[in-house]
């Protein structure tokens, strides 16, 4: 049976469309037959990230209309072999998701031999995001070390306990996994963002990893690579160690501790 | 969470509960002339003093008057006065009979709060809560959790944003960081109590407290209570 994994935030802009993309590849690298959807109807980003944009034809929503099979829209990732990408629509909106539909599609998915599927959620609290969420067996709550993130992402905690299938089925519940990205320890040693620990003792559930902050994520999304391919950066390392410990392994925290400026400079090169 | 509106049938009306607050004219007198006269006396020529409002006539000082009261005569001195009658209370069958005619409504009499009733009221114990309700998850921003006619017992963290009430006591074996309200329906007994005290609000029976200026060291962050003294709300550490 295919898992099924959201990743979700409540809040925007804080890398739920980066740790889909490097997250669903990670699985795909690892083996795993992978599909990562694309919920955010309208304003869609994930095949930007996946660098798969110009060969988007049909999406997510055409297949939710029975307009087209589901076959004729997933995208065969251009790094992965065994990743595929479903996009999201850019003429619609939030709307034209329902239940009945997305369950569906999650149905032929598994029917596929899917092992994992990855929902890249939208941000807020409306229908996508409850879309994305209704299904999962196991959410990544991507918060930043920030107040109004942590916050945001207690709400989509909350959500995920009460609103979903599991939940309403009264099944175990989701199980949900902190994911902190654009961490830097320098920055929290000089109190300007909250530290792996306040962000622990608030929302209190266990931590898959830490992504650092690092100038490289940003590079890897506007060449529509994800980044866990690039290859010796931070990031990278930190997504395939979050994919590592998903599937079960046990790997130290890395990327948390301040570090000497030196290391950095020499990580990234010429600059 | 936003109740999706119904979009297809527009509404042009609705029904909604409503409760006015009303000032009583208590009438002590059937006579007409005199009730003219005492309020030109007191309120003088100034015909503006009620700015047309909905003013209630308490008969149950006239109830056993014989002489019958001259209801239009009365709403048009009250009007005259920028009153505006709608009601009346306390009056005898003949005299209810007779507003209805003029157009007012009959509302019960005002229950007399009789002296041994009140010190039966002081004496009785509030209501005998039996039930309990028990919480075991956490409770999360925008989560809310109402214990009606209970205490509430929560066994895992309350968050920034979300909200316990009760009728009855709040006890939180956990941090407490969200809004706590006690003593919902107003049983000024109900406490709060919790293991870690860092709440963004706390009230019991209405009297309420936000948490900013932040609370004193001595209970910040510490396993407190919070009781009602008179109309004072006590912040004190539980100290085993």
């Known amino acids: 049976m295919a898992k099924i994994i959201v990743v979700t935030s409540g809040k925007g802009g804080v890398g739920k469309t980066t740790t889909s993309a490097s997250f669903a590849s990670g699985l795909a690298i690892r083996g795993h037959k992978t599909v990562v959807i694309d919920f955010d109807v309208g304003l869609r980003n994930l095949d930007l990230v996946m660098g798969c944009e110009r060969r988007v034809v049909y999406d997510l929503i055409n297949v939710i209309n029975s307009e087209v099979h589901l076959q004729q829209a997933l995208i065969k990732d251009k790094h992965c072999e065994n990743l595929f990408v479903l996009a999201a629509s850019q003429t619609r909106d939030k709307e034209a998701l329902n239940k009945e539909g997305v369950g569906r599609v999650f149905q032929e998915l598994a029917e596929m031999d899917f092992e994992f599927i990855v929902c890249d959620s939208p941000a807020g609290i409306e229908t996508g995001a409850m879309m994305a969420m209704h299904f999962a067996d196991e959410a990544l709550v991507v918060t930043n070390p920030e107040v109004s993130s942590v916050r945001d992402s207690d709400r989509i905690l909350g959500m995920l306990s009460s609103k979903t299938l599991r939940a309403i089925e009264g099944r175990e519940p989701v199980k949900e996994h902190l994911l902190i990205t654009r961490y830097n320890p320098t920055r929290v040693q000089g109190g300007e963002m909250l530290s792996i620990e306040d962000i622990h003792e608030i929302l209190r559930i266990k931590l898959i990893g830490v992504v650092p902050e690092s100038e490289v994520v940003l590079q890897a999304s506007n060449q529509g690579v994800p980044v866990i391919h690039m290859a010796g950066a931070d990031a990278s390392e930190a997504y395939k160690d979050i994919v590592a410990r998903f599937l079960g392994e046990d790997k130290p925290m890395r990327f948390i501790d301040l570090v000497k400026p030196g290391f950095f400079k020499r990580l990234f090169g010429a600059r | ?240």
């Open chain 2, 1 to 240: 969470m936003a109740l999706a509106s119904s979009g297809n049938s527009p509404a042009v009306f609705d029904l909604k509960s409503a409760s006015l607050t009303l000032v009583a004219l208590v009438v002590k007198s059937t006579r007409l002339p005199d009730l003219a006269e005492q309020l030109k006396i007191r309120l003088g020529p100034s015909t503006e003093f009620f700015n047309h409002d909905p003013v209630l006539i308490d008969l149950s000082q006239v109830h056993d008057s014989p002489e019958p009261l001259d209801f239009p005569g009365l709403i048009d001195l009250m009007r005259s006065y920028s009153m505006v009658p709608v009601a009346v209370r306390g009056g005898s069958t003949a005299q209810i009979d007779a507003a209805l005619a003029a157009g007012l409504c009959a509302v019960p009499p005002q229950e007399s709060p009789s002296p041994a009733r009140a010190a039966s009221t002081a004496a009785a114990p509030v209501a005998p809560r039996a039930s309990i309700m028990v919480v075991d998850r956490p409770l999360r921003s925008g989560q809310q959790v109402y214990a009606k006619g209970a205490d509430l017992v929560i066994l895992a963290l309350v968050n920034h944003g979300a909200e316990v009430i009760a009728d009855g006591s709040i006890h939180v074996y956990a941090p407490l960081r969200g809004k706590a309200i006690a003593g919902a329906t107003g049983d000024v007994n109900a406490r709060i109590f919790t293991t870690c005290m860092e709440p963004e609000l706390i009230s019991i029976a209405g009297i309420y407290q936000t948490t900013d200026p932040p609370l004193p060291s001595e209970v910040r962050g510490k396993s407190a209570q919070v009781r009602l003294d008179g109309d004072t709300l006590i912040i004190e550490p539980i100290r085993v």
